[in-house]
């Protein structure tokens, strides 16, 4: 065995070690949001006790649970929607503009982004009960979209300067307007960048606890801030269900990636067009 191998190798069990370590806490969470409280939090762990999916039955059907999971998915879907949107306009024609206004523009939109979600909430709060929006949909996923904007600009923006100018300007030689060069030629090129920007606005949207929790009443309240109460519950029944509510708010992100990882692995090591 030469160098390269070994050090291979060293590579593959030092990464090997990660992925347990990393998801020995998702295992374990679920494991014992099969059990009972008194099985789950045995001491020493009863490895063969009973499995049981009353937690994930209060959970769904006596709380609802479903109601936020609907919340959740809407707000999500119009946050990601709205996002790719704009931030594929913007960043198209930040990518294709060579002035210095452009850069001031990034530059902006950086420090916008930088700024803790806490010191916007009082203005945003303030706001939304005067033009009496605050507890909708409509108010969250204007948030979420402001905030989450910025980044993704910037991470379409890098996509889109990798597109040659030639392309769009070939595709317009053929007849096409910018729009529809744009739409037609250079939007199917980027995909894979696009379906990679789109799967982090989308964890930001799906995993936000603060906004939601401010913003919102129990009725509109996405999934991370409906469980939050439970986990930190001294009822042992509300903080099993708080378990389950974890597993149930993984899965869907577990199943985006595996379903969208080709796109995703294509889209961060984008650096080039093939013709």
Same mark, same amino acid.
């Given at each position: 065995?030469?160098?390269?191998? @070994?050090?291979?190798?060293?590579?593959?069990?030092?990464?090997?070690?990660?992925?347990?370590?990393?998801?020995?806490? =998702?295992?374990?969470?679920?494991?014992?949001?099969?059990?009972?409280? %008194?099985?789950?939090?045995?001491?020493?762990?009863?490895?063969?006790?009973?499995?049981?999916?009353?937690?994930?039955?209060?959970?769904?059907?006596?709380?609802? /649970?479903?109601?936020?999971?609907?919340?959740?998915?809407? =707000?999500?879907?119009?946050?990601?929607?709205?996002?790719?949107?704009?931030?594929?306009?913007?960043?198209?024609?930040?990518?294709?503009?060579?002035?210095?206004?452009?850069?001031?523009?990034?530059?902006?939109?950086?420090?916008?982004?930088?700024?803790?979600?806490?010191?916007?909430?009082?203005?945003? /709060?303030?706001?939304?009960?005067?033009?009496?929006?605050?507890?909708?949909?409509?108010?969250?996923?204007?948030?979420?979209?402001?905030?989450?904007?910025?980044?993704?600009?910037?991470?379409? @923006?890098?996509?889109?300067?990798?597109?040659?100018?030639?392309?769009?300007?070939?595709?317009? %030689?053929?007849?096409?307007?910018? /729009?529809?060069?744009?739409?037609?030629?250079?939007?199917? =090129?980027?995909?894979?960048?696009? %379906?990679?920007?789109?799967?982090?606005?989308?964890?930001?949207?799906?995993?936000?606890?603060?906004?939601?929790?401010?913003?919102?009443?129990?009725?509109?309240?996405?999934?991370?801030?409906?469980?939050?109460?439970?986990?930190?519950?001294?009822?042992?029944?509300?903080?099993?269900?708080?378990?389950?509510?974890?597993?149930?708010?993984?899965?869907?992100?577990?199943?985006?990636?595996?379903?969208?990882?080709?796109?995703?692995?294509?889209?961060?090591?984008?650096?080039?067009?093939?013709?």
């Amino acid at each position: 065995m030469n160098f390269s191998k @070994r050090n291979q190798v060293w590579i593959v069990v030092a990464l090997a070690i990660w992925l347990v370590i990393a998801s020995l806490p =998702v295992v374990w969470t679920a494991i014992i949001s099969l059990r009972s409280y %008194v099985d789950a939090f045995a001491n020493p762990v009863k490895w063969t006790a009973p499995v049981t999916f009353e937690n994930y039955r209060a959970l769904w059907v006596d709380r609802e /649970f479903y109601k936020n999971f609907v919340n959740t998915a809407i =707000v999500t879907l119009g946050t990601v929607s709205i996002s790719l949107t704009v931030g594929c306009l913007a960043a198209y024609a930040l990518a294709r503009y060579r002035g210095a206004l452009g850069f001031w523009l990034l530059l902006l939109a950086l420090v916008f982004r930088a700024l803790p979600h806490s010191t916007l909430l009082p203005s945003f /709060f303030t706001m939304f009960d005067a033009l009496g929006i605050r507890n909708t949909y409509i108010a969250l996923i204007f948030v979420l979209v402001a905030i989450n904007q910025p980044f993704t600009i910037w991470m379409l @923006r890098s996509f889109f300067m990798n597109i040659p100018a030639e392309l769009d300007e070939a595709a317009m %030689v053929d007849g096409c307007t910018r /729009f529809q060069a744009f739409r037609r030629v250079v939007i199917p =090129v980027m995909w894979p960048g696009i %379906v990679t920007t789109g799967l982090f606005s989308f964890l930001l949207a799906y995993n936000d606890f603060l906004l939601s929790s401010a913003l919102t009443n129990a009725e509109k309240m996405t999934m991370p801030a409906a469980i939050a109460n439970s986990i930190s519950a001294e009822s042992e029944a509300l903080l099993m269900q708080g378990v389950a509510g974890a597993v149930s708010i993984t899965l869907p992100l577990i199943i985006l990636v595996v379903l969208f990882q080709r796109q995703i692995v294509s889209g961060l090591t984008q650096g080039a067009v093939k013709g």
